[in-house]
Each structure stands twice: as C-alpha cells, then as structure tokens.
C-alpha cells in the first residue's frame, strides 16, 4: 500500500507544475492546460484523502470537479477559439477585449 505521503508529493509537485504554468506562459492554451493540471492535482488529493479516510465523500466532490471542469473546458476553448478569430492570436499579452 501506497502511503499518503507519497500521493500528497505528486499532488504537490504537479500543482507547482500548473502555478508555474500559469505565472510564466503567455499562450491562453498553455495558461488553460497548466489550470487543468492545478484541478487535476486537487483531485488527486481528493481521492488520496478519501482513500486513507475510507469515505467516499472525497471521490464523490471529485465527480463534481470534473464536471465543472469539463463545463469549464467546453466554455474556455470557445473564448480562445473566438479570440484566435478576432486577433489571429492566443498570446494573452496582446488580448485587451475587455477594455472600452
């Protein structure tokens, strides 16, 4: 058996990997797969803690993460989609749509 010590590094390590993402890429894809990465990690702890907790309260939140995050996906892919359209690029540096 896999201690929960070892689950919480990984789930650690690949969040700083999503951060890391995040804070230094400027590509919008990058910046949502590097979110994707941070959600993913959280649900690792998730599942880790409901497993060494012997609950299933823990996998049943995952379920709802996922959804969220497939909703999310479906929604944030079209916004990059739509903004690739407008300004032929993804970099979030030289998107400003929002402002007036």
């Not at 993460?65 to 497939?70: H, P, S």
């Not at 032929?88 to 929002?98: C, G, I, M, Y």
Request: net charge positive; hydrophobic share 60%; aromatic share 8%.
């Amino acid at each position: 058996m896999v201690p929960l010590s070892h689950y919480l590094i990984v789930s650690a390590a690949l969040f700083a990997i999503g951060v890391a993402g995040v804070l230094v890429r400027r590509n919008a894809i990058i910046i949502f797969l590097s979110i994707e990465i941070m959600l993913n990690a959280v649900n690792l702890t998730f599942v880790a803690f409901s497993r060494f907790l012997d609950s299933l309260s823990g996998q049943i939140i995952v379920f709802f993460v996922m959804t969220v995050a497939a909703a999310e996906a479906a929604v944030g892919l079209a916004i990059i989609v739509s903004i690739y359209r407008n300004r032929e690029s993804v970099d979030v540096d030289r998107v400003n749509l929002l402002k007036g």
